[in-house]
Each structure stands twice: as C-alpha cells, then as structure tokens.
C-alpha cells in the first residue's frame, strides 16, 4: 500500500482567486491521479499525472483552469484557477503502485469552499 | 463512452439482514473494484476483481464479477451498524498500460439497530 497526504486539507477561498493543492506520496509511483467529488456525489477523474509528461485531461476539464505539475515520483500538485462557487468540491488525489495489485490509493483529500 | 451504474442508490437495512448491491457498467473491462467511504473521509479500497468469475469476501462482504453480464455485487450478510457507508464501484476502462477508473454513482447504506 502507499501513504499519501494532501495539503492543505481544507480551505475556503474567494471568487476568482486560484489554490494549489499538494499530493506526496511515502514511495515512488508511476501513477497519478487526481479527482473531483462534489457533495454528495461521485468521483470524476480530472486528470492523469505522469511523472515527465504532460498531465492527460478528460473531457471537460482543461489544463488553463486545473493545470497540474509532476516534478518527481513521489509529488503532484494541483492547481484551481480564477475559482468560482461550483468549483466547491472535495479534491483527491491517488496513486497506483508500480507492479500491481493494480488499485488506486487515494488520499485523504482537500474540502475546498469557494465563496 | 463507458458508464457505470450502480442500484440501489440508497438503502437502509435492519441490521441482521441480508442485501446486494449491484454495479453494471457498458463496455468490456475485467478490473473492478470496490471502495467504502465514510462520510467526510476519503476512500478505502476493499476489494479488487481482476478476471470473470472472481469473488472474494472479506468479513460480512462478499464481491463478485462476472464480466460477460458486466455485472460485479457487493453481497451483505448479516449487516451491523459499523457498515454504515457509501460504496462504491470503479471500473478501469482504459488499454492495459494506463489506468483509468469510472466510478459508479455510489450506493449510501444505512445499517439501522
């Protein structure tokens, strides 16, 4: 397994300004990921981090708005942009283990609170 | 474009009781999981299904996958109230080599003394 934490756990932010969330990882992983879940709701993938690679996008998130570094194997960060109130969701990242058992560990997340 | 659905969405159990969940999902993948979510926490894996016919049990749960129905259930036997939770189903739809999950809708379970 992998032990992953993410700052800052929590926070609340104003229209229009941006937060960048931090992903660290206790080992090193090929695998990133990083995702949105919206009260009450389900998990939808924003994006697949690499670690020397652009971040792959899924359909209707992009990289001005959700732009995402990968400097190294163990860290990822996350960036909200020009923020608004529907951008309130809880942010989490995960990770997959190189050479199986091929499931995502995720992190403890990030409650973001636009305002 | 792979959907996952699960049913029940919600589902509140006398404890004791037996109940399954279930998860369909559209296109062809034989990797899927299941994770718990306590409510204000984040996801833990509880089981990972990786070939038709699978099933693993771990205490009062019990999951399977048969991936020509592409169907996966999370069986309840005998539930008590600490299984009070959201689950959840993944499904990897992605070519081997990169890894992507589609969550199903999640199904909030209320385990009643």
């Known amino acids: 397994s992998a032990v992953i934490s993410q700052k800052p756990s929590r926070d609340i932010c104003q229209r229009g300004t941006s937060l960048t969330i931090q992903c660290q990882v206790d080992s090193q992983v090929t695998m990133m990921f990083w995702y949105r879940q919206q009260p009450g709701q389900s998990l939808t993938l924003i994006a697949t981090?690499?670690?020397?690679?652009?971040?792959?996008?899924e359909s209707g998130f992009v990289i001005d708005k959700f732009p995402i570094s990968r400097p190294n194997l163990t860290f990822s960060t996350l960036t909200v942009s020009n923020m608004s109130p529907e951008d309130s969701s809880i942010y989490l990242c995960?990770?997959?283990?190189?050479?199986?058992?091929?499931?995502?560990?995720f992190g403890p997340g990030t409650r973001l609170t636009v305002t | 474009e792979l959907k996952v659905e699960q049913n029940p969405l919600f589902l509140s159990m006398q404890e004791g009781k037996n109940y399954t969940i279930y998860c369909n999902y559209s296109?062809?993948?034989?990797?899927l999981y299941w994770y718990r979510q306590d409510p204000g926490k984040s996801l833990e894996s509880l089981f990972v299904?990786?070939?038709?016919?699978a099933v693993k049990q771990e205490g009062r749960l019990m999951a399977s996958l048969d991936t020509k129905a592409r169907l996966s259930t999370l069986h309840i036997t005998a539930a008590v109230h600490d299984l009070s939770a959201t689950y959840f189903c993944?499904?990897?739809?992605?070519?081997?080599?990169?890894?992507?999950?589609?969550f199903g809708t999640g199904t909030r379970l209320k385990v009643l003394a």
């Open positions: 993944a499904v990897d739809s992605s070519p081997s080599g990169t890894y992507k999950y589609i």
């Open positions: 299904l990786l070939s038709n016919g």
């Open positions: 296109t062809t993948s034989d990797r």
């Open positions: 995960s990770v997959e283990l190189a050479g199986g058992p091929y499931e995502q560990y």
């Open positions: 981090a690499n670690q020397g690679s652009e971040a792959t996008y």
